[in-house]
């Protein structure tokens, strides 16, 4: 409307014809016996849409041998159920959403897990009771340099093409091109590194803890400034507010939900110095690199991991109402924090091999 309302002041369109809206997605409420206003009813292989009092227009879905397993299965057992369909136009096909809905018993738990979300590394603290805490760190560094070299491309792009004579309908679909593949790589990064934390997750039986990250990009404006008293440049803000933390999160989130594992997240008052804060002593120190070393107590360690441990500690001490240094359990305060071998395993290195001839002569 408000396009519109500007073209009839510039004459380039009429006051006298409204504009219409075409909608080429839509969403659908089931129909059943308990909602008899619904339009749409789910087979399996089709849809049944209502159009009118008797008539339907039915959508035949193709269904892909992965959807089968991990979906469409479940539901003619009845584990699963339906919720509200949305179809989109694309072209002279349609895309059909289904989201499938189950109810999942929760597990009981060992003990509970803080998971501290870097750029770079995603580190997990595993406390259980009568156990000193281990240190998990997943490399997470594929998701930066996935963003660096497609901003290096598509800024390439844009100067290449800016250039006279400017091919506008070129970058534009070039740069389309390349997002769309940024995110279909930052998405698989993202979906490795979350099914390696299920799989911790559900083989320790214990609770992951994330920040609770809202508003965080505030930290990252322009007005505000970092901890030397300058403001942050315009590539380290840019770097940092194309950090996927959130969608990292939703990842974890329902796929150890669908194991029967509970998630938990710190209330937003409490985040604030997780990484800063002496888990022996209690005092505050000014982080410099990766390594965190306490003044006071001459505790050190990486800070990555203090980060992880205040957060499953802080959640802990106030699900459990009681004060920090009181709540903690004094095998979780003999802290090693070693690093264990990733969860994925490692490629086997192969040497080349010499001629057997060469190698006999050297022997001798």
Same mark, same amino acid.
């Given at each position: 409307?408000?396009?519109?309302?500007?073209?009839?002041?510039?004459?380039?369109?009429?006051?006298?014809?409204?504009?219409?809206?075409?909608?080429?997605?839509?969403? /659908?409420?089931?129909?059943?016996?308990?909602?008899?206003?619904?339009?749409?009813?789910?087979?399996?292989?089709?849809?049944?849409?209502?159009?009118?009092?008797?008539?339907?227009?039915?959508?035949?879905?193709?269904? +892909?041998?992965?959807?089968?397993?991990?979906?469409?299965?479940?539901?003619?057992?009845?584990?699963?159920?339906?919720?509200?369909?949305?179809?989109?136009?694309?072209?002279?096909?349609?895309? %059909?959403?289904?989201?499938?809905?189950?109810?999942?018993?929760?597990?009981?738990?060992?003990?509970?897990?803080?998971?501290?979300?870097?750029?770079?590394?995603?580190?997990?603290?595993?406390?259980? /009771?009568?156990?000193?805490?281990?240190?998990?760190?997943?490399? &997470?560094?594929?998701?930066?340099?996935?963003?660096?070299?497609?901003?290096? $491309?598509?800024?390439?792009?844009?100067?290449?093409?800016?250039? =006279?004579? @400017?091919?506008?309908? @070129?970058?534009?679909?070039?740069?389309?091109?390349?997002?769309?593949?940024?995110?279909?790589? &930052?998405?698989?990064?993202?979906?490795?590194?979350?099914?390696?934390? &299920?799989? %911790?997750?559900?083989?320790?039986?214990?609770?992951?803890?994330?920040?609770? /990250? +809202?508003?965080?990009?505030?930290?990252?404006?322009?007005?505000? $400034?970092? /901890?030397?008293? $300058?403001?942050?440049?315009?590539?380290?803000?840019?770097?940092?507010?194309?950090?996927?933390?959130?969608?990292?999160?939703?990842?974890?989130?329902?796929?150890?939900?669908?194991?029967?594992?509970?998630?938990?997240?710190?209330?937003?008052?409490?985040?604030?110095?997780?990484?800063?804060?002496?888990? +022996?002593?209690?005092?505050?120190?000014?982080?410099?690199?990766?390594?965190?070393?306490?003044?006071?107590?001459?505790? +050190?360690?990486?800070?990555?991991?203090?980060?992880?441990?205040?957060?499953?500690?802080?959640?802990?001490?106030?699900?459990?109402?009681?004060?920090?240094?009181?709540? %903690?359990?004094?095998?979780?305060?003999?802290?090693?924090?070693?690093?264990?071998?990733?969860?994925?395993? =490692? $490629? #086997?290195?192969?040497?080349?091999?010499? #001629?057997?001839?060469?190698?006999?002569?050297?022997?001798?």
């Amino acid at each position: 409307m408000r396009s519109w309302r500007k073209l009839c002041r510039r004459g380039q369109a009429d006051p006298n014809k409204l504009p219409v809206y075409v909608a080429r997605a839509m969403r /659908l409420e089931l129909w059943s016996k308990e909602n008899s206003a619904g339009l749409c009813r789910f087979h399996g292989d089709a849809i049944q849409i209502r159009v009118r009092a008797g008539e339907y227009l039915w959508l035949p879905l193709l269904a +892909t041998e992965h959807h089968e397993q991990a979906y469409l299965r479940d539901w003619y057992e009845g584990k699963s159920k339906v919720g509200e369909i949305s179809v989109s136009a694309f072209g002279n096909k349609a895309r %059909v959403y289904v989201p499938f809905k189950r109810e999942v018993e929760l597990k009981p738990a060992e003990g509970i897990c803080g998971v501290d979300v870097n750029e770079r590394s995603l580190d997990l603290c595993i406390l259980k /009771l009568n156990q000193a805490p281990r240190h998990i760190r997943l490399d &997470t560094s594929k998701l930066a340099a996935i963003a660096h070299s497609m901003e290096l $491309k598509q800024k390439s792009i844009q100067e290449k093409l800016d250039a =006279v004579p @400017q091919c506008s309908l @070129q970058k534009r679909r070039l740069k389309l091109k390349y997002s769309r593949r940024r995110r279909n790589r &930052t998405r698989e990064t993202l979906h490795v590194v979350s099914k390696r934390v &299920t799989e %911790v997750l559900t083989r320790e039986r214990v609770e992951p803890v994330f920040e609770d /990250l +809202t508003w965080i990009r505030r930290s990252m404006q322009r007005s505000r $400034k970092s /901890l030397n008293g $300058k403001t942050l440049r315009r590539d380290i803000r840019r770097r940092l507010n194309q950090w996927p933390f959130r969608k990292l999160q939703f990842y974890v989130e329902y796929k150890t939900l669908r194991h029967g594992c509970q998630v938990h997240y710190l209330p937003r008052e409490q985040v604030r110095g997780t990484s800063s804060t002496c888990p +022996t002593c209690g005092s505050h120190v000014k982080p410099n690199g990766h390594a965190f070393t306490c003044k006071v107590c001459r505790f +050190t360690a990486d800070r990555h991991f203090i980060g992880a441990f205040n957060e499953a500690v802080r959640w802990w001490s106030a699900s459990t109402a009681k004060d920090v240094g009181s709540s %903690v359990p004094p095998e979780w305060c003999q802290m090693q924090p070693s690093v264990e071998e990733p969860v994925a395993p =490692v $490629k #086997p290195r192969i040497e080349a091999q010499r #001629p057997p001839l060469l190698r006999f002569a050297t022997e001798i």
